[in-house]
C-alpha cells in the first residue's frame, strides 16, 4: 500500500531548524510517526528518562566494507552494493525493491535530543526513462528506532513537500548536508537516533511509476555540528 505523506510545506522557515531558536518559545512542528500521517505537536523535553545504550556518538559509512552496520527496517534489506553507474565513486548502495517507513537503519547513535546535527551524504537519481512526477523516490531521514513504526521525519527526498529538502534526479552525483535538531523533529524518547533510507515505493504518487534500483546512495555521515 501506498504510504500516505503529509506535505511539509506549511513549516515556515523551509527547514525545521531554526523554528524554535528564532521564536524562543514553545513551538508546534511536524511529527512524522509511523503510518506516516502528519500532527501538529509541541516540542517537549522530558526529565529523569534515562537514554539508551549506544556506543556511537557519530555514525558513517562509505559502503567500501560492506553493509555490516545496517538493519532492516522491514524483513530483509534490499540494499545492494554495486559500482558507481557513472564511474565517479567506487562502491555506492542501491535497493532491490521500492518501500515505505524505510528499507535500512543505521545503529543506535547517542544524541543530545536539543543540539544541531549535520546528516550528509552523496546522491544519485539516475533515470532509466522520464522522471516521474514525485522523482525517483530515494529518500533519508532519522528515526527513534529500528521499527518501520518508530516516530521518524525524512529530511531530504525526491518528492516535492513529502521531506524537509529535494534531492536532484538529474543523473549527476550530488554532495548535500543538513543541519537539523532532533527534538523539533521526532520524540527521541531515549536519546538515540537512527538514520533511516529508502527508494520510496509512492514516488510519482503512483505505484505503477516506482522503479527500484535508480536510487543511489554514498558517504552518509551523521554527527553534531560544530559551534
Do not use: C, K, N
Amino acid at each position: 500500500m501506498v504510504e500516505d505523506r503529509a506535505p511539509l510545506a506549511w513549516i515556515a522557515v523551509g527547514t525545521a531548524v531554526g523554528v524554535i531558536a528564532t521564536a524562543g518559545v514553545l513551538a508546534m512542528v511536524l511529527t512524522l510517526r509511523g503510518d506516516e500521517s502528519a500532527e501538529a505537536r509541541p516540542v517537549q523535553v522530558s526529565e529523569g528518562a534515562a537514554p539508551a545504550e549506544a556506543e556511537l556518538t557519530s555514525f558513517a559509512d562509505d559502503f567500501e566494507g560492506g553493509l555490516s552496520q545496517w538493519r532492516p527496517r522491514t524483513g530483509a534489506l534490499s540494499t545492494e552494493l554495486v559500482s558507481d553507474p557513472v564511474g565517479a565513486r567506487g562502491t555506492v548502495v542501491r535497493f532491490g525493491r521500492v518501500i515505505a517507513r524505510g528499507d535500512m537503519s543505521s545503529p543506535a547513535v547517542r544524541v543530545d535530543p536539543d543540539a544541531t546535527y549535520v546528516l550528509s551524504f552523496r546522491y544519485l537519481g539516475m533515470p532509466t526513462g522520464p522522471v516521474p512526477p514525485g522523482g525517483l523516490g530515494g529518500f533519508i531521514g532519522v528515526s527513534d528506532g529500528e521499527s518501520s513504526f518508530s516516530d521518524h521525519a525524512w529530511i531530504a527526498g525526491t518528492e516535492p513537500g513529502q521531506s524537509l529538502h529535494r534531492l536532484d534526479d538529474d543523473g549527476t552525483w550530488h554532495s548535500y548536508s543538513f543541519e537539523f535538531v532532533p527534538s523539533q523533529l521526532i520524540r527521541v524518547s531515549d536519546g538515540t537516533l537512527y538514520v533511516i533510507v529508502e527508494d520510496f515505493e509512492g514516488s510519482g504518487r503512483y505505484a505503477a511509476d516506482a522503479r527500484p534500483g535508480d536510487a543511489y546512495f554514498d558517504d552518509v555521515r551523521l554527527e553534531r555540528a560544530a559551534r
